[in-house]
């Protein structure tokens, strides 16, 4: 897929003043502080279009991004960031969870996870919530270019030893670096892919 244009769309605190749900949605997840901004405006190749903080828990709405005129684009809060208030994480995971079940063009949540960083058990629980409540998502590795070439696989297959424990196999994920641009080729085709789905669904 050619990112032809990516436009700011709206933020909001409510997923019911969200844009309306007429075009297939992507939405992008993880700890405060794993380089999602970064990777947003690396698969859309305009720097600076999601906000780049160097203080963690920056992102506390929904973004939504408009992509080729054709599927929305979505920058959610961080989550487990321990600085913020336990009544604002609270706050944070209502919304989030309001969104998730309530966006019907939903169609799959990127759920991005430091690949210098053992596995997380807020991440692990993340998406057990998400298998639960049947919703499609994918993990996106993020900071690969960090890793070496052999620590690299490692770290990936140590990750996926440690989800087998009670998965029963390992969902599908990406592996990526914002300033390598790698795994923008992947991310975008397997969106553009599922974006027929919606189209078939939607006919």
Known sequence: MKISSAVYISSNAKFEDCPPADKPEYAFIGRSNVGKSSLINMLCGINGLARISSTPGKTQIINHYLINDKWYLVDLPGYGYAKVSKLKR?????????????????????ILVDSRIEPQAIDLEFMENLATMEIAFTVVFTKCDKLSSIKLPKAIAAY??????????FP???????????????????????NLIFDQLNS
């Open 90 to 110: 609270a706050q944070f995971n209502q919304m989030i969870s309001r969104y998730i079940l309530g966006r019907k063009n939903l169609m799959c949540v990127f």
């Open 160 to 169: 996926k030893r440690t989800m087998l424990k009670t998965w029963e196999e």
């Open 172 to 194: 599908k994920h990406f592996l990526t670096s914002a300033e390598k641009k790698t795994g923008r080729a992947d991310i975008l085709d397997f969106i553009e892919e599922t």
